[in-house]
């Protein structure tokens, strides 16, 4: 429990700073104020992408090894990973809808292979909640969790497939096409998130350990109950 | 809605769902008992 206070402690000075900077950097010509959203929109996407990664690795992992740990580095994950795509898509539609003149369109590759993203990772939480035996539940949504991850390179490079809306990527091999001040405060709120996944990736799966130990004393109580009063009259 | 509120508002909104759920988190572990 430390560790994620540290690590959340850490974050939350990370995106102090960020912040600051971004908020200090001078606003783009023509996007204005609105440009500063791309220090929520952006590490929000990396870490949705970070987080899917991260659960299908986890699932590989349960796949081969049976493991408990890797089934609840898998579901943390996929949690986390859904709070910030919809963080990235909320994000994403306030600043369309300033600077495009419309908040969403579905003709558009990378929104719409987003929104099919969360929806399916939506599905996958769904999915375990619906299953109560422990190693169906691992087993069928590590099955998902593992095919599910080929749309996070096919969102990546949405952009450069087809053609969109949105823009291609600021950073490349050959530079960066952001002014210094916004990179540097991108970067740090890039580096502050992850920091912040990692200790809520912690936090999660702290949970959801101390939630199946709680369900196996449950179970163990359950076994070794001692007859009632009526029982034992009986006999 | 001036641009500046907006960004305001979104910074706040995003951040507050962010460290609302690492709070989520520290009070479902307590409820577990341990």
Same mark, same amino acid.
């Given at each position: 429990?430390?560790?994620v206070q540290?690590?959340?402690?850490?974050?939350?000075v990370?995106i102090?700073?960020?912040g600051?900077l971004?908020?200090?950097a001078?606003?783009?010509a023509?996007?204005?104020?609105? /440009?500063?959203?791309?220090?929520?929109? +952006?590490?929000?996407s990396? *870490? &949705?992408?970070? =987080?899917f990664?991260?659960?299908?690795?986890?699932?590989?992992?349960?796949?081969?090894?049976?493991?408990p740990?890797?089934?609840?580095l898998?579901a943390?994950?996929?949690?986390?990973g859904v709070?910030?795509t919809?963080?990235?898509?909320?994000?994403?539609?306030?600043?369309g809808?300033?600077?495009?003149?419309?908040a969403?369109?579905?003709?558009?590759?990378r929104?719409? /292979?987003?929104?099919?993203?969360?929806? +399916?990772?939506?599905?996958? *939480? &769904?999915?375990? =909640?619906?299953?109560?035996?422990?190693?169906?539940?691992?087993r069928?949504?590590?099955?998902?969790?593992a095919?599910a991850?080929?749309?996070?390179?096919?969102?990546?490079?949405?952009?450069n497939?087809?053609?969109?809306?949105?823009?291609?990527?600021?950073?490349r091999?050959d530079?960066?096409?952001?002014p210094?001040?916004?990179?540097?405060?991108?970067?740090?709120?890039?580096?502050?998130?992850?920091?912040?996944y +990692?200790?809520?990736?912690?936090?999660?799966m702290?949970?959801a350990?101390?939630?199946?130990?709680?369900?196996?004393?449950?179970a163990?109580?359950?076994?070794?109950?001692?007859?009632?009063?009526d029982?034992?009259?009986?006999? | 809605?001036?641009?500046a509120?907006?960004?305001?508002?979104?910074?706040?909104a995003?951040?507050g769902?962010i460290?609302?759920?690492?709070?989520?988190?520290?009070?479902?572990r307590?409820?577990?008992?341990?």
């Amino acid at each position: 429990m430390k560790r994620v206070q540290i690590l959340l402690g850490l974050a939350a000075v990370g995106i102090a700073t960020g912040g600051w900077l971004g908020l200090n950097a001078p606003p783009d010509a023509l996007q204005g104020e609105y /440009s500063r959203i791309i220090n929520v929109h +952006v590490p929000s996407s990396w *870490l &949705a992408f970070l =987080a899917f990664g991260v659960t299908a690795f986890g699932s590989i992992a349960w796949l081969i090894r049976r493991k408990p740990k890797w089934d609840r580095l898998a579901a943390s994950s996929a949690e986390i990973g859904v709070l910030f795509t919809g963080i990235a898509l909320v994000t994403g539609m306030i600043w369309g809808h300033a600077v495009w003149g419309r908040a969403w369109d579905w003709g558009d590759p990378r929104l719409a /292979s987003t929104a099919v993203m969360f929806f +399916v990772y939506l599905g996958y *939480l &769904a999915l375990r =909640a619906t299953i109560d035996d422990p190693t169906v539940r691992a087993r069928r949504s590590a099955l998902l969790g593992a095919i599910a991850v080929v749309q996070v390179p096919l969102v990546y490079f949405s952009v450069n497939l087809w053609r969109s809306l949105h823009q291609t990527q600021s950073i490349r091999p050959d530079g960066s096409t952001m002014p210094d001040e916004m990179l540097r405060a991108m970067l740090i709120n890039v580096i502050a998130f992850t920091i912040l996944y +990692v200790a809520l990736l912690y936090a999660r799966m702290g949970v959801a350990k101390a939630e199946s130990e709680a369900d196996q004393r449950g179970a163990s109580a359950e076994r070794v109950k001692p007859p009632l009063v009526d029982e034992v009259r009986d006999v | 809605m001036s641009e500046a509120l907006v960004v305001g508002i979104t910074f706040a909104a995003s951040y507050g769902l962010i460290f609302g759920y690492a709070a989520y988190l520290h009070v479902r572990r307590r409820k577990t008992g341990r």
